[in-house]
């Protein structure tokens, strides 16, 4: 497998659908930076790293309203390992109105939109989440 964030996403995406409680992913820094930003924005409930095994997992619990049906309405991968989508610090305004969120891996780090607007900074464009 190339590309861990994109089965991440797809993990989600799908386990969200079919209303699991939690969904198991392959380890990577760079998924763990991902699912501390949706957290924080309240996309999903918790997430927990799985160390027992000699290949690491992360555990994501999945958040639902109060109707049953899932936060997450979309999750899409925007830059991929056969094209890269870059947005510069003035392009970090709101997405979908204020109800999406864009997240970025800058130099600071993975963050929100907001977070790069606030800072100033801009970066390459993982996934965008409503």
């Known amino acids: 497998m190339n590309d861990v964030i994109a089965d991440s996403l797809t993990r989600i995406r799908n386990a969200s659908k079919r209303r699991q409680e939690a969904t198991?992913?392959?380890y990577s820094k760079t998924v763990e930076a991902i699912l501390a930003v949706l957290q924080n924005k309240g996309y999903i409930d918790s997430f927990k790293a799985d160390e027992a095994e000699t290949k690491r997992f992360i555990d994501v619990f999945?958040?639902?309203?109060e109707q049953g049906r899932a936060v997450i309405n979309e999750i899409k991968r925007v830059s991929k390992p056969g094209r890269r989508i870059y947005r510069a610090a003035v392009d970090n305004k709101k997405f979908k109105n204020g109800y999406g969120t864009i997240i970025i891996t800058t130099s600071k780090g993975v963050l929100s939109n907001d977070e790069a607007h606030k800072l100033n900074v801009g970066g390459e464009v993982l996934c965008t989440v409503w």
């Open 24 to 26: 198991k992913l392959l």
């Open 62 to 65: 999945l958040k639902y309203d």
